[in-house]
């Protein structure tokens, strides 16, 4: 299970932070054993009190039917190195929020520019949460060339280092890609593009057009 939230704990630890991602990164492996087990009709009711002792049983009986007769779960290892890359970074400690930490930037006013004047390589972004305007994060992202080496956000997740919270991932999008577009395609046009993106729609010369014309 992932971990919560200790009262009077206001946010993860990075070790909390990393282990809970990588429960959620497996999910659908657990989910989909599950169902698996749940395909045969009396392991997918409530069952009775009296089977209590057995149940460890039924189902280790059902998941050696299951491993012997059915396919695997899983064909394709091409994902193994991301799998590994992932255990590798779960060891690591937050560089980023360390230095935050050391150097007291959470609590120290700033001037928000394009970067931060304590170091050249660091950038600081504030963001308002999507959930209540008055709850407002600050996060760091450290880089190096075109290269981006670390990154710390206060929300409840932001300190892990097994991928990143939806803040600093939205700051990356928009300094990366977004704001160098010309045009914003409108929400509906990315209907079709949830599931994968490389499915989102281009601009073509024709939408330009229209979106350009004004009738008098």
Same mark, same amino acid.
């Given at each position: 299970?992932? =971990?919560?939230?200790?009262?009077?704990?206001?946010? $993860?630890?990075?070790?909390e932070a990393n282990s809970s991602r990588l429960i959620t990164k497996v999910r659908w492996v657990v989910e989909s054993a599950n169902g698996r087990i749940k395909q045969w009709r009396f392991l997918d009711k409530v069952?009775?009190? $009296?089977?209590?002792?057995?149940?460890?049983?039924?189902?280790? %009986?059902?998941?050696?039917? %299951?491993?012997?007769?059915?396919?695997?779960?899983?064909?394709?290892? =091409?994902?193994?190195?991301?799998?590994?890359?992932?255990?590798?970074?779960?060891?690591?400690?937050?560089?980023?929020q360390k230095y935050v930490e050391d150097n007291n930037l959470i609590r120290k006013k700033a001037i928000y520019s394009e970067t931060c004047r304590d170091r050249p390589n660091l950038l600081r972004v504030k963001l308002t949460s999507r959930h209540s305007s008055s709850r407002v994060y600050?996060?760091? %992202?450290?880089?190096?060339?075109?290269?981006?080496?670390?990154?710390?956000?206060?929300?409840?997740?932001?300190?892990?280092?097994?991928? =990143?919270?939806? $803040?600093?991932?939205?700051?990356?999008?928009?300094?990366?890609?977004?704001?160098?577009?010309?045009?914003?395609?409108?929400?509906?046009?990315?209907?079709?593009?949830?599931?994968?993106?490389k499915d989102v729609p281009l601009e073509t010369d024709s939408d330009s057009d229209s979106d350009g014309f004004i009738e008098e």
């Open positions: 299970m992932p =971990c919560f939230i200790k009262k009077g704990q206001k946010q $993860h630890t990075t070790e069952v009775s009190n $009296h089977f209590v002792p057995y149940i460890g049983d039924f189902v280790r %009986i059902v998941s050696a039917f %299951i491993n012997c007769f059915r396919a695997p779960l899983i064909n394709d290892f =091409c994902n193994e190195e991301l799998g590994q890359t992932m255990l590798d970074r779960a060891q690591l400690g937050n560089q980023v600050s996060l760091w %992202i450290e880089f190096s060339g075109d290269e981006v080496t670390g990154w710390y956000c206060t929300c409840k997740v932001g300190a892990r280092v097994v991928g =990143c919270c939806a $803040h600093i991932a939205s700051t990356m999008w928009y300094l990366g890609y977004s704001r160098w577009e010309l045009e914003t395609p409108s929400t509906c046009k990315y209907a079709d593009s949830i599931l994968n993106a």
